[in-house]
């Protein structure tokens, strides 16, 4: 059983004819334990849909399921006469979104309390002992590795440890689902690596079902299990991260797996005519793409000694995602049998792409 479900959600802020139509008709079901990334640049909808999960903010159509229970279903557009929109009263709302823990960019802490009162305030209410309490918080701090800022106010604190004050207070309801909204923007590099990393134990360690609203393609590859890309409202592509990765379809996917590469960089050169890609007459500059499959073969001696042609490599990168090899490169070949060594590279299952010819 899929633990979120949205189906054909749909966000319009304003009149539906002069409106602003921030997400549009997205269905996405989302796997217990899973890390899901959804991805897009500035506008694209990702927050607005993110946030319809919790119902902060509510859709103008569809249907919302949380571990197995609806919170919320509008009529589609032309079932507004048949159907009634079902919605659940406040009260039980409230409870609903205690399974749902949510991290923000810019940390939401209260300055004027201690980092145990931050980690504590989900538990007000909650009918635990002071002393329950006092346990629980400890545990928390200790799962983010914060054992010794429990007395620290935030203002204390660097942005990498008011990020991870934010989780602990974000797990203190022991929820099922945690929902990250570009939860890394405000760091630097180094930061944000960690800040994946704990998210990943965390994922490891509790099962928790994990959503990464991003517009970085560097955050879905470290972590994600699967992701969606968003475009004008819509998701465009879905699929796992390999498999985006490794065959991305759209034009926006591309674009945002190339930020992850400097194999993109070759389109630069060819533009500049820079000398770098200057090809003689018969050789051609390819970009080779590698899959799972045959990124350990050694292709490039293969083609060398089979067809007597020259390799010269101008860029490379191979990486593992998910666990699987996955790169791919940038080279000037030449000889007589440029054509044959292609065709070669295309039954070894190379992905070959001509990028200039000589």
């Known amino acids: 059983m899929n633990v979120i479900k949205l189906d054909h959600i749909s966000k319009t802020f304003g009149s539906e004819e002069a409106g602003v139509h921030a997400v549009r008709d997205v269905t996405i079901h989302i796997a217990p334990g899973e890390i899901f990334g959804i991805i897009g640049y500035s506008g694209a909808g990702k927050s607005t849909l993110v946030r319809c999960i919790n119902l902060l903010e509510k859709p103008t159509a569809g249907t919302v399921t949380v571990d197995g229970q609806e919170l919320l279903r509008m009529p589609l557009p032309g ?7 079902v919605e659940l009263p406040a009260r039980e709302l409230r409870k609903a979104r205690k399974k749902m823990g949510m991290i923000f960019q810019q940390f939401n802490l209260m300055p004027s309390r201690t980092v145990a009162q931050n980690v504590a305030f989900p538990l007000k209410g909650s009918g635990l002992s002071k002393e329950e309490i006092q346990k629980k918080v400890k545990e928390l701090l200790e799962l983010v590795d914060l054992p010794d800022k429990a007395e620290a106010y935030p203002s204390q604190l660097s942005g990498g440890q008011k990020q991870r004050v934010a989780i602990a207070r974000a797990l203190a309801s022991d929820p099922k689902v945690l929902l990250c909204d570009e939860a890394t923007s405000a760091l630097d590099p180094q930061t944000t690596q960690s800040i994946l990393r704990l998210i990943r134990d965390i994922n490891q360690k509790t099962g928790i079902t994990v959503v990464v609203i991003t517009h970085e393609m560097a955050v879905v590859k470290e972590i994600c299990h699967k992701v969606a890309v968003m475009d004008a409202g819509r998701v465009v592509e879905e699929g796992s991260v390999f498999d985006i990765f490794s065959n991305p379809q759209q034009p926006v996917t591309r674009s945002f797996v190339a930020t992850t590469s400097n194999l993109g960089k070759i389109d630069e050169l060819i533009a500049a005519n820079d000398p770098l890609v200057a090809v003689k007459p018969g050789a051609v500059v390819a970009r080779l793409n590698y899959s799972r499959s045959n990124t350990s ?30 790169g791919g490169l940038v080279a000037l070949i030449s000889g007589d049998r440029v054509g044959e060594a292609i065709g070669y590279l295309s039954e070894k299952n190379v992905m070959v792409e001509v990028l200039k010819r000589g």
């Open 297 to 326: 073969e050694a292709t490039i001696s293969e083609i060398s000694r089979k067809f007597n042609v020259d390799v010269s490599i101008v860029f490379s990168n191979v990486e593992i995602i998910e666990g699987q090899p996955l």
């Open 79 to 85: 079932q507004e006469k048949k159907e009634r929109p």
